[in-house]
C-alpha cells in the first residue's frame, strides 16, 4: 500500500497524559499536513510541513501540542497533558508541490482520539 | 465565522433521485477540491477545479466551480445507496511566499435510501 498511513487508528487515555501520533505520508511527496476534525465539523487545518521545515501552524496550536518531521519523512503529532477538548479525529495528509506535483492533498485513515 | 459554507447540510433521499451540494464563500480560491468521507475514514478526493465556470463529470457526479471562482457545486444524477457519505468542499489559497492553505467547510452528510 504506498498511500499514507497513521498509526494508531485509534487512542483512548485519560487526561493528563501524553500522547504522540505518528503519519507516514506518500513517498515522493514533499509536503506533509496536520488537520483535526470533531464531530458535525470539517477538517481543521493544524500545521504543514515542506520536507523537515515546518511553514506554518495555525493558532489551534496550543502549546500543548509539537509536530516533528525529522527527516523530511514521517511526521510525529504530540500532545501533552491531554485534555477532553482534544478528543478528535487528527488527519494527516500530503501532497507534491513543484513542477511534478499538482498539490492535491491525499489523506490518510486518521487517527481517533478518545481523552476520558 | 466559517470561510466555507456548505449547503445543505444533511440531506436524505431516496435511490434514483438527483440532488445538488453547493458549497459558498465570500472569498476567492486558486482551486477548490470536492472530497468524500465515510464515517471513520479520511476525506478521499474526488475533483479539482481552478478555472473559473469549470464544469468536470466524474460519472453520475457534475462538479462546477462559478465564473468568479468563490463557490462551487456538486450535482449528483440518479443516486445510488453507495453514494451516501460526507461531501466536503475545500478551498485552496495560495500566497506569493508560496504558502498553500486549504480551508475546509462543514460538509454536506447525504443519505441515499435504497
Redesign the interface.
Known amino acids: 500500500d504506498t498511500g ?1 498511513s497513521q498509526d494508531p487508528r485509534h487512542k483512548i487515555t485519560k487526561r493528563g497524559q501524553n500522547v504522540t501520533f505518528r503519519c507516514d505520508p506518500i513517498s515522493e511527496h514533499n ?1 506533509l ?1 496536520w ?1 483535526r476534525q470533531t464531530l ?6 493544524l500545521t ?1 510541513f515542506q520536507n523537515e521545515a515546518q ?2 501552524k495555525s493558532r489551534l496550536l496550543s502549546d500543548r501540542f509539537s509536530a516533528e518531521r525529522p527527516k523530511g519523512s514521517f511526521s510525529t503529532l504530540e500532545i501533552q497533558r491531554t485534555e477532553q477538548g482534544d478528543s478528535a479525529m487528527y ?1 494527516c ?1 500530503s ?1 507534491l ?1 513543484g513542477l511534478a506535483g ?9 487517527s ?1 482520539l478518545t481523552v476520558l | 465565522t466559517q470561510l ?1 459554507e ?1 449547503s445543505p447540510q444533511f440531506l436524505s433521499i431516496q435511490e434514483g433521485e438527483n440532488l445538488t451540494v453547493y458549497c459558498n464563500s465570500s472569498s476567492v480560491f486558486s ?1 477548490l ?1 470536492w ?1 468524500r468521507q465515510e464515517p ?6 474526488l475533483v ?1 477545479v481552478v478555472t473559473g465556470g469549470e464544469v468536470k463529470k466524474l460519472k453520475r457526479l457534475t462538479f462546477q466551480f462559478g465564473d468568479a471562482r468563490k463557490d462551487s457545486s456538486l450535482h449528483i444524477t440518479a443516486a445510488q445507496p453507495g453514494d451516501t457519505g460526507l461531501y ?1 468542499c ?1 478551498g ?1 489559497q495560495v500566497s506569493g511566499a ?10 454536506t452528510k447525504l443519505s441515499v435510501i435504497p
Not at chain 1, 102 to 110: A, R
Open positions: 499514507v509536503r499536513y488537520y458535525g465539523q470539517g477538517p481543521e487545518f504543514y511553514l506554518e488527519l495528509a501532497s508541490v499538482t498539490g492535491e492533498l491525499f489523506f490518510g485513515e486518521g481517533r | 466555507l456548505q482551486s477540491q472530497y471513520g475514514e479520511g476525506p478521499v478526493l479539482t466536503l475545500a485552496a508560496g504558502s498553500y492553505q486549504l480551508t475546509f467547510g462543514k460538509g
